[in-house]
T-cell receptor, first 112, second 113 residues
Framework: DTAVSQTPKYLVTQMGNDKSIKCEQN?????MYWYKQDSKKFLKIMFS???????INETVPNRFSPKSPDKAHLNLHINSLELGDSAVYFC???????????FGPGTRLTVT | GDSVTQMEGPVTLSEEAFLTINCTYT??????LFWYVQYPGEGLQLLLK?????DKGSNKGFEATYRKETTSFHLEKGSVQVSDSAVYFC????????????FGTGTKLQVIP
């Protein structure tokens, strides 16, 4: 009964490819996020959805496109992958009253 | 905009030593403040939180007090264990309509036996 799950856990791919990461939460939260964590552990917010509606869209290349088919799922599609996209990507959801964030286990993306 | 500043790591301590990780913030409203912990190979998890001035959050022997006058939320623990080795993130949630959380850069703690 994992709260926030992501697939895959590891993703190794070549430059120029297109890949997707999936995220699901069973906490009943309305708001979900994608974060990127670089090799120095710096965490940067990328997107946030509230009830399937995009509410936060930070300065992210438009090669990254989030999609939320329903409020329990938030997927991330990345086109034309570049070396600099290598990082750990975390999905999270947040409690509507306490604003606590619940993180998934992360997807380590390596672009070669 | 909102920002969080944490002391740079890594911090290396011997077991049973006292821990302080400094965190200061800048926010326009009345933010909620959080400490998250990330163990190796895992996602972040909430360690403790405080929602208003002078609140003290505590969990697993860790404490932090919301100090509005100094805009600080320093993390402390009286006696660290090897199992506390992790990266610690200070964060704030602004008081606006969106649930955006701003994270600090993280401080790596290594506790040696």
């Amino acid at each position: 009964d994992t709260a926030v799950s992501q697939t895959p856990k590891y993703l190794v791919t070549q430059m120029g490819n297109d890949k997707s990461i999936k995220c699901e939460q069973n906490l009943g939260h309305d708001t979900m996020y994608w974060y990127k964590q670089d090799s120095k552990k710096f965490l940067k917010i990328m997107f946030s959805y509230n009830n399937k509606e995009l509410i936060i869209n930070e300065t992210v290349p438009n090669r990254f496109s989030p999609k939320s088919p329903d409020k329990a799922h938030l997927n991330l599609h990345i086109n034309s992958l570049e070396l600099g996209d290598s990082a750990v990507y975390f999905c999270a959801s947040s409690h509507p009253a306490t604003y606590e964030q619940y993180f998934g286990p992360g997807t380590r993306l390596t672009v070669t | 905009g909102d920002s969080v500043t944490q002391m740079e790591g890594p911090v290396t301590l011997s077991e049973e030593a006292f821990l302080t990780i400094n965190c200061t913030y800048t926010a326009t409203g009345y933010p909620s403040l959080f400490w998250y912990v990330q163990y190796p190979g895992e996602g972040l998890q909430l360690l403790l939180k405080a929602t208003k001035a002078d609140d003290k959050g505590s969990n697993k022997g860790f404490e932090a007090t919301y100090r509005k006058e100094t805009t600080s939320f320093h993390l402390e623990k009286g006696s660290v264990q090897v199992s506390d080795s992790a990266v610690y993130f200070c964060a704030l949630r602004d008081s606006g309509g969106y649930q955006k959380v701003t994270f600090g850069t993280g401080t790596k703690l290594q506790v040696i036996p």
